[in-house]
């Protein structure tokens, strides 16, 4: 019994001990304007006990000692020791400072740009905000308040949103998650529907307009989107959400962590799926995101983190733009959509898309000393999928409707049609253009410092890509086969499901980049300054399997090209004087030039018509800016001209609007010239704890500079069907807002519940210029000189959210209501030139309630 008492005399000791030596500790991270901190993280110094900061940036740890220090760190500031002890348990406001000597290495290759630091035109958004705001728009969407910045959702199916910054589309803005590059190798672009589950696993989103300062070789002309994804959460734990909306939008998902383990591990996990109808008819959807980190560090000087994700979908498309008469005719409204119908009373889509592109990168953060550091991203992505279409001798069977032309396709009249056939095949059939890739890569930074106050940065930017190309069979449509004749190897083929068809080739692309950039900031740290160069050589080479007859030595020969090298290279400077505590003027400047891009080189999508000599894109740019920082009002004025000459893409022309199936084609424009100039202003006021505005104003004078004589235009096939010229000298840059503005108002009630409401204005948005209106194939009819393109109305929408954070038992509960065009405003939001201009409008009211649960 004695024995009994003395043990349980210990036990009782030590559990007083432990609990005595805990200590509840509370606080605030802000930043240098005392906006709150949301995901920064409290470590308890000697520990691997830490939580993250919530919406608000409070946070509370129990710590394991009753006195010691917390280090306080986010993304982009410099960390922050402080002490506590059991007699100063509210620590109340912790303000951080933004530092370009990032707490994680990872940064220096992601190349976040520090405000009052970086002389470029930056904005921020960090995950607290895309979470309040996204709902179930589309990603770019959250970028639609910043200057400079249009972004629409397309013809409206799951992920085909686009942005253009400044003037410039998808192909002229680099977009990099975690600091690797992700547009296309070949043409540049960005398809948003590759990474429609990246708002779920972002921690901010960084947006830097035009020369930016992102650290790979030959930079973006319009800007660059910098997307940091999360890694390893410091604490332990997760959280479960899920999001209805309208038009049977539903999202289900949760995040593991295991937080730092005491053998320096930590992982994560996250995966969510995505399903609805859709807004816009026919456009059902399904998606899935998934997300993996691990994060080791080994030692002080040593850390590794491996991290892969993606977003395997499906969709349907409206990829065809109608008439506002037909639009305004037709039964579902705005919502009209020609390109799907029905199969034996299944939704079938002509035009869909499907894709996974997964994207996989291990990085090595190596501290070599206290002035010198190495972080290497070794990566991979593999793409497979593509979009759908028509094919056949007799497309117009897709004009047969269920009813008037504003109803869905009768594919059960087409099916009956092909099976008479017989032996004659299918007249029409769906078919897939699939754009399947392997894409490896290594990025490599070194930093170190040369003096107290100068910092070189330098780098090496690999890069190796095959692309296949070509057209698969997906549906006969009721017949046994369909006849293609475009393969020499097998000429009139009768084709299988799953057969390719059209054309078949493979484009190699290959990318060696250097890069180097000296930094200087000067005693007194009000002055920063760069100098920047790099060089790059792109490879090119096409692989043709259907054009060139493979059983002959020549045939194999005309197969396989040589590889055609092309150089650029880039200089820029820029320099930020902070004037006092609050104020400060920035300067950059730079030229460089870029090589064509892989169909400027293969202009007649064969392999004998190869323009080895492609002439580079040249760009020179100049910006200045001035930015203010208050305790209450913050502002930045920036001006920027950028002229841009020989620049080289492709223009999809789309066929006859009123008829389904019409033929589609493809224009190489080579050599075009704009300019493009304009001022930004944008600010943020906090009126009292508990009210914030922010604002914005951007006015663009986007202008093309030149005349384009024979253009060659091309089939689906890939067949050059003619040339003609395009008078386009003058007339203004199509497809994006040259003005815009966005009011934004943030009310907090209560400390976890709070009300958002956006306004957005969008004018001078000139229509996509059609090429066929302004030229002919002819080449004895003379081109025809028109004033400006189709000018869209100016229009303006509301958005407004409501979230309240509340607990249920011991887990943080949020629950977020989104109602984007809260005022259901119709608007057109996309259009294409022509007598009777072709459009998409806008969506109008949607809703989305999200709950979201941290455990």
């Given at each position: ?332 409204g705005i919502r009209f959509n020609p390109d799907w119908g029905y199969k034996n009373g ?455 959210s409501l979230r309240h954070g509340f607990e249920i038992g011991d887990f943080d509960t ?42």
């Open positions: 019994m004695k024995n009994f008492k003395n043990l349980l005399f210990v036990v009782l000791f030590f559990v007083t001990a432990t609990v005595l030596g805990q200590t509840k500790i509370t606080g605030t991270i802000v930043d240098e304007t005392n906006q709150p901190l949301p995901a920064a993280s409290v470590l308890e110094k000697g520990t691997t006990n830490g939580v993250s900061t919530d919406f608000d940036g409070k946070f509370t740890l129990n710590t394991k000692s009753n006195s010691g220090t917390l280090v306080i760190s986010f993304i982009g500031y410099k960390t922050k020791n402080i002490a506590f002890s059991s007699a100063k348990t509210k620590i109340g406001n912790i303000q951080l400072e933004e530092d370009s000597t990032l707490d994680e290495i990872i940064l220096t290759a992601t190349s976040f740009a520090i405000d009052r630091k970086t002389p470029v035109a930056v904005s921020t958004i960090r995950a607290a905000d895309i979470e309040r705001k996204l709902g179930s728009q589309e990603f770019p969407e959250i970028l639609k308040s910043t200057p400079g910045v249009y972004a629409t959702k397309s013809g409206g199916g799951f992920g085909d949103g686009r942005i253009n910054m400044r003037g410039f589309n998808s192909e002229n803005v680099a977009v990099m998650i975690n600091g690797v590059p992700v547009n296309d190798m070949e043409n540049g672009r960005v398809y948003w529907s590759n990474w429609a589950g990246l708002s779920d696993v972002t921690s901010a989103m960084q947006v830097q307009r035009g020369l930016g300062a992102a650290k790979v070789a030959v930079p973006s002309i319009g800007g660059t989107i910098n997307i940091l994804s999360k890694t390893s959460d410091i604490e332990k734990g997760g959280n479960i959400l899920a999001s209805t909306g309208n038009d049977g939008f539903q999202k289900y998902g949760f995040t593991l962590s295991t937080g730092l383990m005491d053998n320096g591990l930590a992982a994560s996990v996250s995966f969510s799926k995505t399903s609805g109808e859709g807004y816009v008819d026919g456009t059902q959807f399904e998606g899935y995101n998934y997300f993996v980190n691990l994060t080791k560090e080994i030692n002080d000087n040593h850390k590794i983190s491996f991290t892969t994700f993606g977003s395997p979908q499906r969709h349907g498309q409206r990829q065809n733009r109608s008439t506002v008469e037909t639009i305004r005719n037709a039964q579902s299944q939704v079938t889509s002509i035009e869909d898309n499907f894709y996974h592109k997964s994207q996989t990168s291990l990085n090595h953060y190596w501290t070599i000393s206290d002035v010198t550091s190495l972080s290497t991203a070794a990566y991979a992505s593999y793409g497979k999928g593509g979009g759908g279409g028509t094919a056949g001798t007799n497309t117009d069977l897709f004009n047969e409707r269920m009813g008037g032309p504003d109803q869905p396709v009768d594919f059960d009249n087409i099916v009956e049609i092909n099976r008479a056939n017989g032996a004659l095949g299918s007249e029409a059939i769906l078919r897939a253009s699939r754009n399947d890739h392997e894409w490896f890569g290594v990025l490599s930074t070194f930093k170190t410092e040369l003096a107290d106050n100068l910092d070189l940065i330098a780098g090496v930017d690999w890069r190796t890509y095959t692309g296949s190309h070509f057209r698969e069979v997906t549906d006969l449509l009721g017949g046994d086969y369909f006849f293609d004749d475009n393969n020499v190897n097998n000429p009139n083929s009768a084709l299988q499901v799953g057969d390719k068809m059209g054309y078949n080739n493979d484009g190699n692309v290959g990318w060696l980049g250097f890069f180097g950039q000296v930094e200087y900031e000067n005693q007194k740290g009000n002055f920063n300054a760069f100098l920047s160069t790099s060089v790059q050589r792109s490879t090119y080479q096409r692989v043709d399997y259907f054009q060139y007859d493979l059983s002959t030595e020549a045939g194999r020969d005309l197969a396989t090209t040589d590889k055609v090298n092309l150089n650029g290279y880039s200089i820029k400077s820029g320099a930020n004087f902070r004037i006092d505590d609050v104020q400060n003027v920035f300067a950059n400047i730079g030229y460089f030039e870029r090589p064509a891009n892989f169909d400027a080189v293969f202009q007649g999508f064969n392999n004998t018509t190869v323009n080895a000599n492609a002439e580079n894109e040249k760009i020179f740019s100049l910006e200045l800016g001035y930015g203010i920082r208050g305790e209450k009002f913050a502002a930045n004025v920036n001006l920027y001209r950028t002229q841009w000459n020989d620049r080289s893409f492709s223009r999809r022309i789309p066929g006859d609007p009123t008829v389904t199936g019409s033929e589609e084609f493809t224009a190489n424009l080579l050599g075009v010239n704009a300019l493009h100039q304009g001022i930004e202003f944008d600010f943020t006021y906090k009126a009292s704890d508990k009210l914030n505005f922010s604002g914005m104003l951007s006015l663009g004078d986007w202008t093309n500079d030149n005349d384009l004589i024979d253009v060659a235009i091309f089939d689906e096939n890939q067949n050059q069907r003619g040339t003609l010229d395009l008078l386009v000298d003058g007339l203004k840059v199509s497809d994006a807002a040259q003005t815009t503005a966005a009011l934004g108002m943030l009310y907090k009630f209560w400390d976890k519940t709070s009300i958002t409401v956006d306004y957005n204005y969008f004018a001078d948005l000139y229509s996509q210029i059609n090429i066929l209106d302004r030229a002919d194939f002819d080449p004895s009819t003379p081109a025809v000189r028109k004033g400006n393109p189709y000018k869209v109305p100016s229009y303006n929408t509301f958005d407004a949020t629950v977020t209501v989104r109602v984007n065009n809260l005022f259901d405003t119709e608007y057109i939001a996309d259009a294409l030139d022509a007598s009777d201009p072709l459009v998409w409008f806008g969506f109008g009211r949607t809703f989305s309630l999200d709950l979201k649960i941290k455990f």
